[in-house]
Nanobody, 121 residues
Framework: QVQLVESGGGSVTAGGSLRLSCATPGVTFNGYCMGWFRQASGKEREGVANLDSGRSTSYADSVKGRFTISQDNAKNALYLQMNSLKPEDTAMYYC???????????????WGQGTQVTVSS
């Protein structure tokens, strides 16, 4: 069974940083688009950042210049470095693997269980 396991969430004050990790134990997602979504309370899930199969990155406008997505193939891990966090970044963050091009996802095949990020003002 394929698993995506997120970690690194927590509570920070505005302006702080967090680094989310997504482990994919025993699975190499070659050819997949990998990325991060988030869902705030009462809102729809939205794409935050992704790495397509060509290793190109895309970011939501709301996080550009603050968040950085990266991948370590040797560790089968995906990361999201989040800097200059704002209260509006508060959400459950999910790791995902599927198909995408640029910032558009065609489908998600695998989801992680989510990790909570809370940013206080």
């Amino acid at each position: 069974q394929v698993q995506l396991v997120e970690s690194g969430g927590g509570s920070v004050t505005a302006g702080g940083s967090l680094r989310l990790s997504c482990a994919t134990p025993g699975v190499t997602f070659n050819g997949y688009c990998m990325g991060w979504f988030r869902q705030a309370s009462g809102k729809e899930r939205e794409g935050v950042a992704n790495l397509d199969s060509g290793r190109s990155t895309s970011y939501a406008d709301s996080v550009k210049g603050r968040f950085t997505i990266s991948q370590d193939n040797a560790k089968n891990a995906l990361y999201l470095q989040m800097n200059s966090l704002k209260p509006e970044d508060t959400a459950m963050y999910y790791c995902a693997a599927g198909s995408c091009a640029g910032g558009h996802w065609y489908g998600v095949n695998f989801w992680g269980q989510g990790t909570q990020v809370t940013v206080s003002s």
